[in-house]
């Protein structure tokens, strides 16, 4: 963020208040210069340590066709989690063959689809999906990449929302059954055991989690190298999750976890893959909301702001912190105060006790740190519709999805459906 000569406040040159003005409130704003700079600095870390990266961004934290455009520029991939994310991925450029398919529940016409297409590899996480995943690739006669996913039992500090891998929790194949998994892989003629991956979960701020399942990869590439089941394997993947900062948390060092895991990666012998969508994102977003009524109630003043828990999820789903920023400099008293949204439900708040200024109605505020999980976990809730997307680089804006209309909230609704009950057609 920056200050604008008039002392309100930019980014990459663009004053958030001629956003405001130009596409109206509440508006995500992503800054590209610091998604193309956190990209770079991700690589660097692990070029620098002599295991060139693989990145594979997670499109579920902000699947903008503008942010996967700019990641395709750079040369990455996409992780994705569904047929919706594989046509955002495809269609922003980014090549099949970089894009990995993850999740635990893969639908049988996803898994089809997905082999037709012939991505670089499809993550799987238990075994009766290998199963479905070979008798897919035999009827469309595809060969396909396939990667475990392993649940590595390695516990992370994070919200347990967001934790993915420990045993006991629905994600991955756990490691005691990846040589089965690997033995089921060998056994169908179409599937050839391309990656070996975990992801432990996200927001993680120290790189010991990922130095603890790295470890326990290790060791399992040792016995299925053993078994010979592991000749066909290119790619160790560790998973994303790579925090950031929201409050004061120390933010993971790419550096950090470039060290600590370069020396296993080297010995693997493989190539080394991440999947970060938070790491890249999230710094690179504010979502712009305007004050819209002031009150005092209960010895607590509230700030009624036009953006609420189905534009921004995060802190009433996880007790999320997002930092906010008056636009205009506000002077006078800083005083607890809760900002809340407008959907009618007591969980809708964006921030609790904060300290803020007394700012008054029509005032701008940013919401920092609302690059990933944002827009994309958003909903219609409330019949609201879903904010104005902008990006800005260089001195330039440019509106990158527009504010739904009340036309796109009744796209898909049947005209009159009532009258398809209705007596004259008989009883079915
Ligand atoms: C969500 C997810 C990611 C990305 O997590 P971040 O914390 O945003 O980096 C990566 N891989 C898989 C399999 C995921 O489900």
């Not at 800054?31 to 600095?41: A, F, G, K, P, T």
């Not at 991505?119 to 396909?144: C, F, M, Q, T």
């Not at 005691?176 to 391309?194: K, M, N, V, W, Y």
């Not at 370069?262 to 979502?287: D, F, H, I, T, W």
């Amino acid at each position: 963020m920056t200050r604008e000569p008039d002392g309100s406040l930019g980014m990459a040159g663009v004053s958030l208040a001629d956003v405001a003005r130009e596409f109206d409130t509440p508006t995500f704003v992503y800054n590209l210069e610091v998604l193309r700079s956190r990209h770079d600095i991700l690589c660097q870390a692990f070029a620098r340590q002599g295991v060139p990266l693989r990145v594979r961004y997670a499109v579920k934290a902000n699947g903008s066709r503008a942010i996967l455009e700019t990641l395709a520029s750079l040369g990455a991939g996409a992780d994705i989690v569904s047929g919706g994310e594989m046509a955002a991925a495809l269609r922003a450029g980014i090549s099949a063959d970089r894009i990995v398919y993850s999740g635990v529940g893969k639908t049988g016409s996803e898994l089809e689809e997905t082999v037709r297409t012939g991505l670089g590899a499809i993550h799987v996480e238990s075994l009766e999906e290998i199963d479905l995943l070979a008798r897919v690739a035999k009827r469309e006669g595809r060969d396909v990449a396939v990667g475990i996913r392993v649940n590595p039992g390695v516990t992370t500090e994070t919200h347990p929302y967001i934790s993915t891998g420990q045993f006991g929790i629905k994600f991955g194949i756990p490691a005691d059954q990846a040589g089965a998994a690997a033995e089921q892989i060998a056994a169908s003629p179409r599937l050839t055991f391309h990656t070996l991956g975990m992801h432990l979960g996200s927001q993680l701020l120290v790189p010991t989690p990922y130095g603890d399942g790295l470890e326990c990869l290790l060791d399992l590439l040792a016995q299925l190298r053993g078994r010979h089941l592991a000749g066909d394997l290119q790619v160790l993947d560790l998973g994303g999750g790579i925090g950031m900062r929201f409050r004061d948390e120390s933010p993971l060092d790419p550096r950090d976890l470039a060290a600590a895991v370069a020396p296993g990666v080297r010995k693997s012998g493989l190539a080394v893959q991440m999947e970060p969508g938070r790491y890249l994102v999230g710094p690179a977003g504010v979502l712009l909301t305007r004050v819209l009524y002031r009150k005092h109630s209960g010895g607590k003043d509230f700030l009624v702001v036009d953006a609420g828990m189905n534009d921004l999820a995060r802190p009433s789903l996880y007790q999320a912190y997002h930092h906010m920023v008056p636009v205009h400099p506000a002077s006078g008293p800083v005083g607890p105060t809760e900002v809340v949204g407008p959907v009618c439900e007591t969980g809708d708040w964006l921030a609790r006790d904060r300290g803020l200024p007394a700012l008054p109605a029509g005032a701008l505020l940013a919401v920092l740190g609302a690059g990933a999980y944002a827009y994309s976990m958003g909903s219609n809730y409330n019949l609201r519709r879903r904010p104005a997307e902008v990006v800005v680089s260089e001195g330039r804006s440019a509106l990158a999805r527009a504010r739904e209309t009340v036309d796109d909230l009744f796209r898909r609704e049947v005209p009159d459906p009532l009258s398809l009950l209705s007596s004259d057609r008989g009883p079915s």
